[in-house]
């Protein structure tokens, strides 16, 4: 067993772990990596890097299957080769998981592979394939990230009954696929599914998919799952699961009774579970809540002040750009900065067809505060750039309190939507008003038109739609 010291050490190699590792050694700390699995975490090897490789070549075989309707023809029927497309996934993942490798490397940061286990407040204890090893420490910081929650009685083999990881990593396409959770991974993965050649059904227990999204921008994209043949099962609850040798007899239970149905594949998607059991805590002192989440305050620290906690460990949100931002906050403070974790605006985006996006209140959210907002909505048919893209499914809802004018959130549907909210998120954290979004030129024809548009609509004086004075 060999020992060795560090300024800091960073258990996790994920978004939140190697942007904390990479700006501790800007900050001239000497910080060891430990990564049981591969750099990059699950966002780069099995979320979302993999994921909108696999979206984005689903809408190119959907586009081109509908090429004929801008007069383009396109000689006999268009085929996937499912195999090389899950190579040339593998391909994209490689490149960015290098490159995180190349950084942590130029930076200074040792990287040692294998599982960390803490054996005191200031040491923990790494086996890997190089043998065993202690780590002695001043700061440590926690970002194991998180897995696929688990059903009792669901086996995920990764054949028949998968996982988020098996989902996007098959060598065949199956013919049937049943996604068991209408939350945002089910939702993604069950879209590319269909977009491909899938007959994909949904079930979710809630009364109504992706729950916590405003409502009107979900219809729209359930408008887009009916007209793929996707079948959306509310109110249903999975009772149980039979597996064949070939395929999965699963039994509902919902609003007409019980019935039976025979999938090809079973994708499990119901939630996420941090990865904090393995790691000794008990010997830090650090203290975990019932969920198994570490509690942090704003400057990352968990109840032990030198040990620190980003990421999906840390809570809710559970998104890769939030784990970044507090491995940057993290880091600065261990480096003696006077920063702190005062994040306004949070965006969060899913890759659905058409795409959501959403940052700050929802219009139900901010009146359940007290609040009196205005609500400001512009369609994208009425964008002459949505037009002349085929994009014409969607909208841009804006809520600005109607007392001072201050933004307070904005909500889109539609093509690009994963871009648009960026405008929108800068205006929120700067604490700019819906009139500040209205008086910018946007550039002509754009979709970030739409954002101008709503907040005009908010105002009572859209251009490109008609609204009726009372």
């Known amino acids: 067993m060999s020992n060795s010291q560090t300024d800091v050490v960073v258990i ?3 978004p939140a772990g190697y942007v904390c590792a990479i700006r501790l050694a800007q900050l001239g700390k000497k910080v060891t990596v430990v990564e049981k699995a591969e750099v990059g ?16 070549a689903g809408t190119m075989v959907e586009k081109m299957k509908h090429a004929g309707d801008l007069g383009i023809s396109i000689e006999g029927a268009v085929k996937l080769d499912f195999k090389k497309l899950m190579s040339w996934k593998g391909e994209v993942v490689k490149k960015l998981t290098g490159g995180v490798g190349s950084l942590l490397k130029a930076n200074g940061c040792t990287v040692v592979a294998g599982e960390a286990k803490f054996t005191s407040a200031t040491s923990l204890e790494v086996k890997g394939p190089a043998g065993t090893q202690t780590i002695l420490f001043k700061n440590a910081v926690i970002a194991t990230g998180s897995r696929p929650a688990q059903i009792p009685g669901f086996d995920v083999d990764q054949e028949l009954v998968l996982d988020s990881t098996g989902g996007l990593d098959q060598d065949r396409l199956p013919g049937t696929l049943l996604c068991v959770g209408g939350g945002y991974i089910g939702m993604e993965l069950g879209t590319f599914y269909a977009k491909v050649g899938t007959k994909v059904t949904i079930v979710e227990a809630a009364p109504q998919i992706l729950g916590i999204i405003d409502q009107d921008l979900v219809r729209v994209v359930q408008k887009g799952l009916q007209k793929r043949g996707v079948e959306v099962l509310t109110n249903t609850k999975v009772m149980s699961v039979k597996k064949g040798l070939k395929n999965v007899e699963v039994t509902f ?10 999938f090809d594949k079973v994708l499990v998607t119901i939630g996420r579970t941090p990865n904090t059991e393995t790691l000794g805590l008990e010997k830090t002192g650090v203290k975990i809540d019932s969920k198994g989440f570490i509690p942090v305050n704003d400057k990352r620290q968990t109840s032990v002040g030198h040990i620190f906690a980003i990421g999906d460990v840390a809570g809710q949100p559970l998104l890769a750009h939030k784990g970044s931002k507090e491995g940057m906050v993290a880091a600065e403070v261990i480096g003696g900065l006077k920063t702190v974790y005062d994040v306004k605006a949070m965006p969060a985006v899913i890759f659905t067809d058409p795409e959501i996006s959403s940052v700050g209140l929802t219009e139900t959210e901010a009146k359940a505060k007290g609040l009196t907002v205005t609500v400001g909505v512009f369609p994208f048919a009425a964008n002459g750039r949505a037009l002349s893209v085929a994009e014409p ?3 841009v809802k804006l809520i600005s309190d109607a007392k001072t004018g201050t933004l307070l959130g904005c909500h889109i549907v539609g093509a690009e939507a994963s871009n648009l909210i960026a405008e ?5 954290e700067m604490g700019a008003h819906v009139e500040d979004l209205a008086l910018t030129v946007h550039a002509h024809p754009t979709l970030p038109e739409t954002i101008m548009e709503a907040a005009e609509a908010a105002l009572g004086h859209a251009i490109h739609i008609f609204k009726p004075k009372r």
Do not use: F, H, W
Request: proline share 3%; hydrophobic share 40%.
């Open 424 to 428: 929108a998120t800068l205006a929120i």
């Open 393 to 395: 499914d969607g909208m």
């Open 253 to 262: 239970a919902g609003e007409g009774g019980e019935k039976k149905q025979v």
């Open 12 to 14: 996790g190699a994920g």
């Open 41 to 56: 975490g699950v966002c780069l090897n099995r979320g979302c890097i993999p994921s909108k490789a696999l979206i984005y």
